[in-house]
């Protein structure tokens, strides 16, 4: 990702700060309007069992519990997604078929990002 920043100075000048590296943050920030406040790692009512074989409402429920998205939660459900296909989401498929914004498709993404990895 490239980075940009405007110098102190207002002089219209943009210098590119791409060779800065972040380190990865183990969190993912909360999905709408919230600051933060728990939306780190995974809830621990969802690790015990491969989210693959998650329900419909098992999955709803997952959404949920993320921080700023319990209004998203009920269009999972709407769109049937279970486990399996909650794992093959993909942002486009969030802005476009379920008319997210980009920001909360993102932080969604990375939350099944993170199941996929566990």
């Not at 309007?33 to 969802?46: A, D, I, Q, V």
């Not at 769109?79 to 932080?107: F, R, S, V, Y």
């Amino acid at each position: 990702m490239t980075h940009f920043w405007l110098s102190g100075v207002d002089d219209g000048r943009v210098s590119d700060t791409s060779s800065f590296e972040d380190p990865l943050s183990p969190e993912v920030p909360p999905c709408q309007g919230e600051t933060g406040g728990g939306g780190g790692s995974l809830e621990s009512g969802f690790t015990g069992n491969s989210p693959s074989l998650w329900s419909v409402q098992q999955v709803h429920e997952f959404i949920s519990t993320l921080p700023g998205c319990q209004d998203l939660a009920e269009d999972f459900q709407l769109q049937e997604i279970d486990g399996q296909a909650l794992l093959l989401l993909k942002e486009e498929h969030l802005m476009t078929t379920m008319n997210m914004k980009l920001g909360p498709a993102l932080k969604i993404c990375a939350r099944i990002n993170l199941l996929k990895e566990s």
